[in-house]
Structure formats: C-alpha cells, structure tokens
C-alpha cells in the first residue's frame, strides 16, 4: 500500500501525474508522465535517450506527484528511488497502455515489443519511500 489507505485508492484510481528528477547540478526537472502500478511500484515509460532517464542515470532520488484533474484539486506525493528496465518491457508497455486507454483488455498490436525495442523504450519503476498529500478535500 502506498501511505495511508485513502492516498493508495487515489492513486489506483488516477492515471497520469508529474515526475521530478534531478540535473547534475542539483536543479529539478519536471515531466508528465502517464502511470501505472505494480503492488506498491508506480511504473512509466520513457526512452532511455530522455531527459528522465538520463538524470535518474546519475542520481536516482524521484518524485511522483499524481494530481486529481479537477475540484478540489487532490493530489499526492510520491518520493523514492527509481530503476530503470530495459529487459522485458512488453508486460510494462501493456499495462500502461491498458492504463491510458482506460481499456483493461486491450491487447498489443503485432510488433510492439519489436517497435518498443526499436525507440529504445524502458520502464522506470519508482520505488516509494515517503508519501504525502491531501485526497480528502470537500
């Protein structure tokens, strides 16, 4: 479970966010970012040539900031430690994608993994560490 009970359930339920990384230099970097979740991982998909990727390269400390798309403007935090994947990534993409096209059943086209591997697609797995925010605005 990510934090309290209500924070985890906000989080299920939500599908796209803001993650920060951090530059050589200290300075924060911020990207939108589509998820989706595994147990108590939040996943997402970039290129390894990106931004994303190449600064948590050098420094793994993240941030997922998951916002609610509307009044009363909920939200919560997410900081932790990142991995990034570039084995197996078919499962990930597949579950992203069932994520963003709010479509559990949806199944890859013929050369996904093919296509994905081509565009040098990983999988960067958060690994919470602290969580906080607000989800019960009225």
Do not use: C
Request: charged letters at 25%; aromatic letters at 6%.
């Amino acid at each position: 479970m990510l934090g309290t009970p209500e924070q985890d359930a906000f989080v299920t339920a939500m599908k796209s966010g803001t993650v920060t990384t951090l530059r050589k230099d200290g300075s924060p970097t911020n990207s939108v970012i589509f998820y989706f979740r595994e147990g108590d991982v939040i996943a997402f998909s970039t290129t390894a040539g990106r931004l994303k990727a190449k600064t948590l390269r050098n420094d793994n400390r993240v941030a997922v900031t998951v916002l609610d798309e509307g009044a009363p403007y909920r939200f919560v935090s997410i900081e932790g430690t990142a991995t990034i994947d570039d084995g197996d990534i078919g499962p990930g993409h597949v579950a992203l994608n069932r994520v963003m096209r709010s479509d559990p059943t949806w199944q890859p086209p013929e050369g996904f993994v093919e296509k994905l591997q081509a565009d040098g697609r990983v999988i960067i797995r958060v690994h919470a560490e602290r969580v906080s925010g607000v989800v019960n605005r009225a």
